[in-house]
C-alpha cells in the first residue's frame, strides 16, 4: 500500500516536472519574442522569419502587412527568406491573414518594388491559386486583387504561360465559365473576361472569349447574365464594330426583354456604354427603340429599374440626340416630365409651410424607390437642360424645376442645389428666372441643402455680376436684392451649426455684392453682418474671411465718409478694444486691407496703428504684430517714406531691448534679420513703368482707382451743388418775378406791366393758359394749398375761384396782404389808422383755406391804389380778404366785415377746426374802421 502511495507521488512529481517545463519553454520563447521585438540589433528579416514561424496570428498579420516595407529596404533577401515562408503560411492561414496579403501583393506590384519577371513566378502564382478559396470574402479579396494586377501588368505577361502552362489566365477564365463550375466560379469568369477582353487581339476575343460570353449570357442563374451583360461594352471593345453588330448586339436585345430586373438594369448601363461604338443605323434602329422600350417597361412597372433609368437618363440623352427625330426628342422630354413628378404626380404642391411638411411626413413613408428616381432627375436636370436647350427653359422645363426644388424630400431638393450653379451657368444673364426657387432654397431649415448651395453662390450670381449693377433694371435691382437678402437670412441656420467651412464659404461669396447691389444696400445690410462675424465668428478662418470681405466691400464703397465710418470701426472696436482676440484680428485687418487696397492707402490708415501696438499688454499680440513688418517694408517707396522707415526701425529695436518677452525678443531678433534681406520700392516707379514687377503694377493700378473714385465723388458732389444751385436760382426768379409784379405800381407803371400781361405780346399762348399764369404770378408768398384752388388752377372746374380785372390803371389785384415788407410802402406809426388784426399770432396757420363762396368778383372803384398796413403780417383767411376788398367800395362792408371778424366768423357761420385758430385777440380794445375818406384826407394833408 505504501508502495503504491509512493508510486502515485513519484507519477505526481514527474507530471509537476513536465508541467513546469513546458511552462518554463513558454516563458523562454515570450521572453524570446519580446527580445526580438524590442532588440533594435536585429534586423528586420530576422524578426520577421522568426514570427512567421512561432509566432501567434496577429504579428504573422503585422509581418503580411509590413511585406511591402521590407521588400523596399532589402529586395534580394528577402525574396529569397521571407516571401518562401509567407506563401507557407498562407495554406493554413486565416481570414485577416488572408486579406492582409491580397493587399500586400497588391502593393508590391503598383510600387514596382520587384522586377515583372519575378512578380510573375512568385505573387501572381499564389493569387491565381488563392481565386479559389472556399472562402467567398477571400475568394473576392483575391479576385479583385487579380483584376487589378491584369490591368497593371503588360500584355504579354497575361498572355504567356505562368508556370508550365498550367495556370494560363484565359484558360482559368474559360474553365471557370463551364455551366459545371458553382455559381462563384462563374461570377469570376465573367469578370475576368471583361478584363482580358481589352489585353487580347481580335481573333483571339472572337475563337475563345466570345463562345463563353454568349454562354453566360444565356445562363440559368440571373446573377450571372447580369454580370455577363455589364461587360458587353469591354468585349465589344475587343470585338469591333461588325462582330459587335452581328454578335453582341441581337445578344444584347434579348436581354433587354430579360424578367429579371437586375439584368435589365445591367442592360441599360450596357447600352450607355456602347452607344459610342455603334454606327449611325445601329444606333437608329436597333438602340433608339430598345431604350424606349426599357424606359415605358420600367415608368410601367416602377420597381428597381426606374431609378436606374433615371440615373443614366442624361447620358442616353445626350449619346443619342445626334440620332434623334423630332418626334423622339419630344418623348424623352415627356418621359423626363414623368420621372420628376413619379411619387408626388397625384398630389399638388403648394407654397404654404405648414403643408409642405405635413406632405413631407406623408413621403418619408412611401417607398424608396420614387424618390431615388426623382433625386436622379433632379441630378440629370444639368444634362437636360443642355439637350433641351436654354431658350426652351422656361416653356418647357422650368415647371420641373420649380417643382423638384420644392419636393418634399430633403434628398430631392439638395440634389437640385447641388447642381443649381450648373443650371445657372446655363441660362446666363436670364438665372433671373430661377430666383422664385433660389429663394425658397435659401430660406430651407435644412443645414444640407444650405451646405449644398451656398458655396455655389457666387458662381449662380456671377452672370449678373458680370453684367453690373448699373445695368440692372428696376425689376431686376429688387429681385437681385430680395436674393441677397435670403442669403444673408441663411446666416442664421448656417452660424447655429458646428459647419465652419460653410460658414467661410457663405462670407467669401459677398465679396462681389457691391456688383449686384446698391451702395445703400451694401453699407446697410451687408456690412454689418461682416462687422458682427468678425466680432463674434467662433472659428478663427471664419473671422479672417469676414476681415477680407469687408476691407473688399470698404474698397468699393461709393462716399468717403462710410469709408471712413468703417475704418473708425476697425480701430475703435479691434485696435483700442479691451480684448487681445480683437487686437490681434486688427493685425489679420490690416494684412487683408494691405492685400485688397494700395499700399499707399495702406500706409495712410494702418501703419501708425499697428506701430503703437509695440506695447501691448499681451505678448502674444505683441508677436503676431511682427509677422506683418515684412509687408509694412515691402509697401515703403523711399526717399517719400524715409520717416516711416525710421519708425519702423525703430520700433523693431525698441522691441528687442526693451521687450520682457524673450519668446517676442528672439521673434524681433530674427524679424530684424530677415528685414535686411528686404529692399524697399522706388517714389519714381510711376515714371519707370516698363520695369516693374507684377506686384507694383497691380499697386499702381489700386492706387489709381481709388483716385478714380475720390475724384468720381468730388464730381458729384459738384454736379448735385451745381443742380441745387441751379434750382435755387430758378426759385429765386420766379420769387423776383413774383415779387415785381406783386408790388402796386404808379399809373404808367401800371399800364407798361398791363401791356407786357397783355395776351397779344405772348407768342404761342393762348388765352386759357395766359390767364393761368396771370393767376399764378398775382400770388404772394404765402402760398395757398387748398385743394380747390389747385383743381381751379389745373382743371377749372371750381368756377367760384376766378380772376376777374380790375378796372383800375394796374391789372394786378392788390387784395391778398403781403407777409414780408414792400419797400415801396413805408410801414405806418400810427396804431389808429392799422387794420384790425384779424389773426392769433400764437396760431398762425401755414396755409390758407378758401371756400367756394369766397371769389374776387368785387371790381375796384377807386382811381388810385391803396397804401396797406405792414404791420399785418398774418395771412388772412379767404372770407377777410374778401372783407378787405369792399374797403375800396364802401365804409359800411368794411365795418360789417370788421364787426364779422370780431365775432369769429371766418368764413360762414359754421367755424371749422381749421377755423377755430382764427380769433380777435382777447382784451383788445376794438379799433374804430377806417374809411376810404379819411385816408384820403391825410395823404391830401401829407
Known sequence: MSAVKMLSVDLAELNLDRVDKEITTQLKSDEELARLTVDPHLTGIERAIYLLSSGQEVQRVSVITELPNLLRDNTVECMRRVVPKVREVLHVANIDMQLAAATAFLQILERQLVSVEDYKKT???????????????????????????????????????????????????????????????????????????????????????????????????????????????????????????????????????????NVTCACLETTANIISMLDREANVNAIIPMVKELLEKAISKVDTTLPVASKLFGRLC??????????????????????????????????????????????????????????????????????????????????????????????????????????????????????TELNSLLNDADIEILKAIIPNFQVIMSPLATLGFDQFTENRTHAVQDVVTNYLRAETTVFSCPCWRTQ????????????????????????????????????????????????????????????????????????????????????????????????????????????????????????????????????????????????????????????????????????????????????????????????????????????????????????????????????????????????????????????????????????????????????????????????????????????IKSKSTTCIPSLIPRLEHRPSTPPKKDPVRRIPVLVNSKTVPSTTSLSPSASFSKKSTSPTPVKRNQSNSSPLTPNALGASTARRGSTTAIGASVVSARRGSVGSASSTASDQSVKVKAGTTPTKPVTMATRLTKKSTK
Open 318 to 435: 445626350h449619346s443619342l440626340m445626334d440620332y434623334m427625330t423630332v418626334d423622339d426628342k419630344a418623348y424623352f422630354q415627356e418621359y423626363f416630365k414623368k420621372l420628376c413628378k413619379v411619387g408626388v404626380s397625384e398630389k399638388k404642391y403648394k407654397e404654404d409651410t405648414q403643408k409642405l411638411l405635413e406632405g413631407f411626413e406623408m413621403y418619408e413613408q412611401t417607398t424608396d424607390i420614387s424618390v431615388e428616381t426623382r433625386r436622379y432627375a433632379a441630378y440629370n436636370f444639368p444634362a437636360m437642360v443642355l439637350f433641351v436647350g436654354a431658350k426652351l427653359f422656361r416653356s418647357e422645363l422650368y415647371g420641373c424645376f420649380s417643382q423638384l426644388s420644392r419636393d418634399p424630400h430633403s434628398l430631392v431638393r439638395r440634389t437640385v442645389a447641388a447642381g443649381f450653379h450648373e443650371v445657372a451657368r446655363l441660362l446666363n444673364t436670364n438665372v433671373g428666372i430661377l430666383f
Open 504 to 803: 467661410e464659404a457663405m462670407l467669401a461669396n459677398l465679396q462681389t455684392t457691391h456688383l449686384l447691389c446698391s451702395n445703400d444696400f451694401v453699407f446697410n445690410r451687408v456690412l454689418p453682418v461682416l462687422i458682427d462675424k468678425l466680432k463674434y465668428g467662433r472659428a478663427l478662418p471664419v473671422r479672417v474671411m469676414a476681415a477680407k470681405t469687408l476691407t473688399t466691400l470698404t474698397r468699393h464703397l461709393k462716399y468717403k465718409s462710410q469709408r471712413d465710418e468703417i475704418l473708425d470701426i476697425m480701430i475703435e472696436d479691434f485696435h483700442k478694444s479691451d480684448s487681445c482676440y480683437c487686437r490681434s484680428l486688427f493685425i489679420d485687418l490690416a494684412k487683408c486691407y494691405l492685400q485688397v487696397n494700395s499700399k499707399q492707402a495702406f500706409k495712410d490708415n494702418f501703419y501708425e496703428l499697428i506701430l503703437n501696438m509695440k506695447s501691448d499688454k499681451v505678448a502674444t499680440v505683441r508677436l503676431k504684430m511682427l509677422s506683418i513688418f515684412p509687408d509694412m517694408k515691402r509697401s515703403l517707396k523711399l526717399p517719400k517714406d524715409q520717416n516711416l522707415r525710421t519708425a519702423l526701425d525703430t520700433a523693431l529695436r525698441q522691441i528687442i531691448v526693451y521687450d520682457k518677452d524673450k519668446d517676442v525678443q528672439q521673434a524681433a531678433q530674427q524679424m530684424s534679420e530677415e528685414l535686411t534681406l528686404i529692399q524697399e520700392g522706388s517714389d519714381n516707379t510711376r515714371a519707370n513703368r516698363r520695369n516693374l514687377s507684377a506686384e507694383e503694377e497691380d499697386d499702381l493700378k489700386r492706387e489709381d482707382e481709388e483716385k478714380e473714385i475720390l475724384m468720381r465723388e468730388e464730381k458729384d458732389k459738384k454736379d448735385e451743388e451745381t443742380k441745387l444751385s441751379k434750382s435755387v436760382e430758378k426759385r429765386n426768379s420766379v420769387g423776383n418775378k413774383k415779387e415785381l409784379l406783386s408790388k402796386i405800381p404808379g399809373t404808367k407803371k401800371a399800364s407798361s406791366s398791363t401791356m407786357k400781361l397783355s395776351p397779344g405780346s405772348l407768342k404761342g399762348e393762348n388765352n386759357q393758359s395766359l390767364s393761368k399764369r396771370a393767376l399764378i404770378t398775382t400770388g404772394t408768398t404765402n402760398t395757398l394749398t387748398s385743394a380747390k384752388v389747385v383743381a381751379a388752377l389745373t382743371n377749372e372746374k371750381h368756377p367760384s375761384v376766378c380772376l
Open 123 to 261: 505573387f501572381l502564382q499564389t493569387i491565381l491559386t488563392s481565386v479559389d478559396n472556399k472562402n467567398e470574402e477571400v475568394a473576392n479579396a483575391w479576385l479583385e486583387t487579380l483584376l487589378t494586377c491584369i490591368d497593371l501588368l503588360p500584355k504579354d505577361v497575361v498572355k504567356k504561360d505562368i508556370l508550365k502552362g498550367e495556370n494560363y489566365v484565359l484558360s482559368i477564365a474559360v474553365n471557370k465559365g463551364q455551366l459545371s463550375q458553382t455559381l462563384q466560379a462563374r461570377l469570376s469568369c465573367c469578370k475576368i473576361l471583361g478584363k482580358v477582353s481589352s489585353k487580347f487581339e481580335n481573333f483571339v476575343v472572337k475563337n475563345d472569349v466570345l463562345p463563353v460570353v454568349l454562354s453566360l449570357c444565356g445562363d440559368v442563374e440571373y446573377d450571372v447574365r447580369a454580370c455577363m451583360c455589364q461587360k458587353l461594352d469591354v468585349v465589344a471593345h475587343g470585338l469591333g464594330l461588325e462582330l459587335t453588330k452581328a454578335k453582341l448586339l441581337p445578344q444584347l436585345i434579348e436581354l433587354s426583354e430579360d424578367e429579371s430586373p
